[in-house]
Nanobody
Framework: PGRLSESGGGSKQAGESLRLSCVAH???????MGWFRQPPGKALEGVAC???????VYSESVKSRFTHSQDNPKNTVYLQINELKPEDTAVYYC???????????????????WGPGTQVTVSS
């Protein structure tokens, strides 16, 4: 079984909002979380991450529309996506790095565990 699982994807029209969820299925605390997306036929892109404290990082392309949050008692993190655009269409992945961290990286290699992804499709 995987250690992470995403949910909340679906089909939306441009301008709508969506909230993705990621649950960690482990007794291990994952303090360093990231969100990535992969549009069809394109490379994986880091869009958001959160460290063990209160630092969140967003890619420049999504900074004004994406918001990361967390519910620690539920071991769940969220990615709120507002004002969806067609270019947001992608498979979105939740990722986790072992242990704690100060700051975070929008780099695939920095993370140890990945969810299977959830599809977000945005039409005009």
């Amino acid at each position: 079984p995987g250690r992470l699982s995403e949910s909340g994807g679906g089909s939306k029209q441009a301008g709508e909002s969506l909230r993705l969820s990621c649950v960690a299925h482990s007794t291990i605390d994952y303090y360093c979380m990231g969100w990535f997306r992969q549009p069809p036929g394109k490379a994986l892109e880091g869009v958001a991450c959160h460290d063990s404290g209160d630092i969140s990082v967003y890619s420049e392309s999504v900074k004004s529309r994406f918001t990361h949050s967390q519910d620690n008692p539920k071991n769940t993190v969220y990615l709120q996506i507002n004002e969806l655009k067609p270019e947001d269409t992608a498979v979105y992945y939740c990722a986790a790095r072992r242990g704690t961290c100060s700051g975070c990286e929008l780099a695939q290699q920095w993370y140890h565990y990945w969810g299977p992804g959830t599809q977000v499709t945005v039409s005009s």
